[in-house]
């Protein structure tokens, strides 16, 4: 660090004899480095090497991002070495805090590529260092101190921007370097955290650990996959919640356990989702334009080799799914069924066929038993992601989703918000694939749920009801009486969300009102309510200030044709 003759909170978090001093220098660092100020700063901050020689490039003058990056690398290492040299373990909370804190908002991407591996390598020494294995349970201090040490390790493992040579220090299994640099001894941070999260020290350091896993498999799945070896030798296996359960059994109502056990269950959906590269569950929610950039997003992800995954969800669908289903806790039957974000088609292709009838039966029952409306919304979620795999898969799934849309318009009207939201997600989502699973019987009661959600539900639930409305129109033949009967309820509440609501549920209208022009059998050329329609998108256009409102109003227009929009026009000319 510099050598300053002004006193700064660094130096007093640092050099000051007083462990009060030190701990409130250390606890104002971290609130400056929370504060939005500080945020917008470290935006701008960085530091340029030479991609040659590797040497820091200097300037005549000093630039506010050069200046800024300087100031962020030397705040770093103090806090590094506060985490890694603090005598007081009454003061360790808060530098710990403190680094979180500049993990949380410091741009990696610009700054030198040593400064994560520095504070992974500082973090773990300090772990190391503290009193072993029960130890917390006499003295409050070091279990206090090991927590926040595990909360640090988590904000570090989660830090954007990351470079990417910390994945392969972090593999378990590589070798010392031998040169003494924090880097070379990464490869027992993911073992220590599985051996934290398997028990010893107390459910609080369970969590933690379990979160700093969370944060690993979501930023590093290729380094925590590397210990899903076939004997176990990390115990990653035993963490999962069968074996979790199982450890537990005979007091799985005590608040620890039950937390444990959430953690455990969050560890598994979190990292199937990464290993998955990115399932079903990420769809966009909102605007249906934006599925294809999202599905390439999804591509560029590291995910397992397509046999691996299918074991994986083999193992999770007969081991783990029970486990978790059948938890007392509705916290824990919850966060089981966000597993399902990460299943993608190829992965529910590859398992087994009992297996695969136990994946997709799961969702529906626990919608058609629950009691709780946590696990109601989370099944809810888990028959959308279902949904969005019908298009790659086979005609098994599509039959096993037809009983539950019934399920779900009765969701739709659930007394619970949180059931609601989810739920018009999921109708949205099985509407998107209307010739594959909803029938020609089924349209007309989906359509009136959805005509009812979009003009009586909040603005969250009507984007949804407005999206599977599009879809619907889409995929309808209004030739027929049946669907004939129904289409003026559908404009009428396109119209309204048009009209009023947010950003999303007025470019979802758009979206929908585009497909309703695209549909030959709506003879939208003759009917009396087009004009009125194409007026409403004109002053849309006019008048808003949303971009993507402004975007789709100029799609929606522009699917008329030329000799659509003359006609249309010249008849309104005549009206008035």
Avoid at 305 to 324: E, G, H, I
Avoid at 404 to 412: H, I, N, Q, T
Avoid at 519 to 527: F, I, Y
């Amino acid at each position: 660090l510099a050598r300053s003759p002004t006193p700064t909170v660094v130096r007093c978090a640092l050099n000051d004899p007083s462990p009060r001093v030190r701990a409130a220098a250390l606890a104002a660092t971290a609130h400056l480095l929370e504060g939005p100020a500080t945020r917008t700063y470290f935006a701008a901050a960085e530091v340029r090497f030479n991609s040659k020689t590797g040497a820091v490039i200097r300037a005549n003058f000093a630039s506010l991002s050069s200046t800024l990056g300087d100031t962020a690398c030397a705040t770093h290492e103090a806090l590094v070495r506060a985490v890694r040299g603090e005598p007081a373990l009454s003061c360790l909370p808060a530098a710990c805090k403190a680094l979180s804190a500049f993990h949380d908002a410091a741009p990696f991407s610009r700054l030198p590529r040593d400064l994560v591996p520095k504070a992974l390598g500082g973090i773990q020494r300090r772990l190391l260092d503290l009193p072993t294995e029960g130890a917390s349970r006499v003295d409050g201090e070091v279990g206090a101190a090991r927590v926040s040490l595990l909360a640090a390790l988590t904000a570090a493992l989660a830090a954007k921007g990351s470079p990417v040579e910390v994945t392969d220090s972090l593999t378990p299994g590589l070798v010392d370097s031998g040169d003494g640099s924090p880097s070379g001894s990464l490869g027992g941070i993911l073992p220590g955290l599985v051996r934290y999260a398997a028990g010893g020290e107390g459910a609080g350091t369970r969590c933690e650990a379990f979160g700093a896993l969370r944060a690993a498999a979501t930023a590093h799945p290729a380094a925590v996959s590397a210990m899903l070896d076939a004997d176990d030798s990390f115990g990653f296996r035993s963490i999962l919640p069968a074996s979790t359960f199982a450890a537990s059994r005979g007091n799985e109502d005590g608040d620890g356990d039950v937390r444990v056990a959430q953690a455990s269950t969050k560890l598994l959906a979190d990292f199937l989702a990464a290993v998955g590269g990115g399932g079903a569950g990420t769809a966009p929610e909102d605007d249906p334009s934006q599925q294809q950039q999202a599905e390439k997003e999804n591509e560029k992800g590291w995910s397992l080799p397509t046999d691996s995954l299918a074991a994986l969800w083999d193992d999770v669908a007969s081991a783990q799914f029970p486990a978790m289903t059948r938890h007392s806790s509705p916290l824990v039957r919850a966060a089981g069924l966000g597993a399902y974000n990460g299943l993608t088609a190829a992965a529910l292709a590859g398992t087994s066929e009992a297996n695969r009838r136990a994946l997709m039966e799961a969702p529906r029952l626990s919608l058609a038993n629950e009691k709780a409306p946590a696990v109601r919304a989370a099944a809810c979620r888990a028959i959308g992601a279902l949904a969005a795999l019908t298009h790659e898969s086979s005609g098994a799934l599509r039959d096993a989703l037809d009983p539950s849309v019934d399920l779900l318009l009765k969701a739709l009207k659930d007394s619970a918000k949180s059931v609601r939201l989810p739920a018009s997600w999921a109708i949205a989502n099985v509407c998107n694939t209307a010739g594959e699973i909803v029938r020609e019987s089924t349209l007309a009661k989906i359509a009136d749920s959805c005509v009812a959600a979009a003009t009586q539900e909040g603005d969250k639930v009507r984007a949804n009801a407005a999206r599977a409305l599009g879809y619907l129109v889409s995929a309808a033949d209004f030739s027929s009486e049946p669907s004939k009967a129904w289409l003026p309820g559908v404009i009428q509440a396109l119209m309204s969300c048009l009209t009023t609501g947010n950003a999303k549920v007025q470019w979802n209208a758009c979206h929908a009102m585009a497909n309703l022009f695209r549909n030959p059998t709506t003879a939208a050329g003759d009917s009396a309510w087009s004009p009125l329609v194409v007026r409403m998108l004109l002053m849309l256009l006019r008048d808003t200030r949303n971009f993507k409102i402004r975007m789709h109003a100029a799609a929606t227009l522009a699917t008329l044709g030329d000799d659509r929009r003359a006609e249309l026009e010249a008849r309104e000319a005549r009206r008035n």
